[in-house]
């Protein structure tokens, strides 16, 4: 069973080009986006994946996304939004900034 990895914000730019990148090297990937759809839909097309839609700030849709992708054994974040201290360290408030 290959590797699963999720890449928030994979719809465009960096976050497509990691998509790609590790569906190269054998991964499952789930591209996950917020307000991109079609461009996630032809990403995930183009390069054998599954998309789906969560927004990040909002916990259920952060559980319904791994559970969607039946977990992570690797988690890319570029869904652009950035923390003022590491994600461990971050409470939800912080997260919803």
Known sequence: MADRAIVTGGSRGIG???????RRDGFDVTVCY???R????????EIGASAVRADMRATGDVERL??????A???VCCAGIAGRALLTDMS??????
């Not at 497509?16 to 590790?22: G, K």
């Not at 079609?38 to 995930?44: F, R």
């Not at 939800?92 to 900034?97: A, T, Y």
Request: aromatic residues 6%; charged residues 25%.
């Open 66 to 71: 791994f559970a969607a992708a039946g977990g």
């Open 73 to 75: 054994d690797l988690l």
């Open 38 to 45: 079609e461009a996630a839909l032809a990403l995930a097309r």
């Open 16 to 22: 497509a080009q990691c998509a790609r990148a590790l």
């Open 34 to 36: 917020n307000d991109s």
């Open 92 to 97: 939800e408030d912080e997260w919803l900034e």
